[in-house]
């Protein structure tokens, strides 16, 4: 199994930033396409950010352009997502993602993180 372990999270005024990381234990990291997925509670599992294995394309859904940034270290095994313009909407438990191929669509994933939980205030 690859591990994804993240880290990051935190309680955040409106407006302020929060950068997360995921560690990943695969050698083969570089390989992967990776994601970021939130769920926030009564609500489905989104995609909020994803970068190719090159990081040479990067996907944000229209919620979180503009103010989320999604990048890669290869040589670290680490994934980064910087948020900034946080808005009280934007909480949810936040999930880094690993797939073997192309596409980073929830079904298909490969390797999941068990989430870290940001928390947006007003």
């Known amino acids: 199994q690859v591990q994804l372990v993240e880290s990051g999270g935190g309680l955040v005024q409106a407006g302020g930033s929060l950068r997360l990381s995921c560690a990943a234990s695969?050698?083969?990291?570089?390989?992967?396409?990776m994601g970021w997925f939130r769920q926030a509670p009564g609500k489905e599992r989104e995609i909020v950010a994803s970068?190719?294995?090159?990081?040479?394309?990067?996907y944000y859904p229209d919620s979180v352009k503009g103010r989320f940034t999604i990048s890669r270290d290869n040589a670290k095994n680490t994934l980064y997502l910087q948020m900034n313009s946080l808005k009280p909407e934007d909480t949810a438990v936040y999930y880094c993602?690993?797939?073997?191929?192309?596409?980073?669509?929830?079904?298909?994933?490969?390797?999941w993180g068990k989430g870290t939980l940001v928390t947006v205030s007003s």
């Open positions: 970068v190719s294995w090159s990081a040479y394309t990067t």
């Open positions: 695969a050698r083969t990291f570089s390989t992967y396409a």
């Open positions: 993602a690993a797939s073997k191929s192309r596409a980073t669509n929830i079904q298909a994933i490969d390797y």
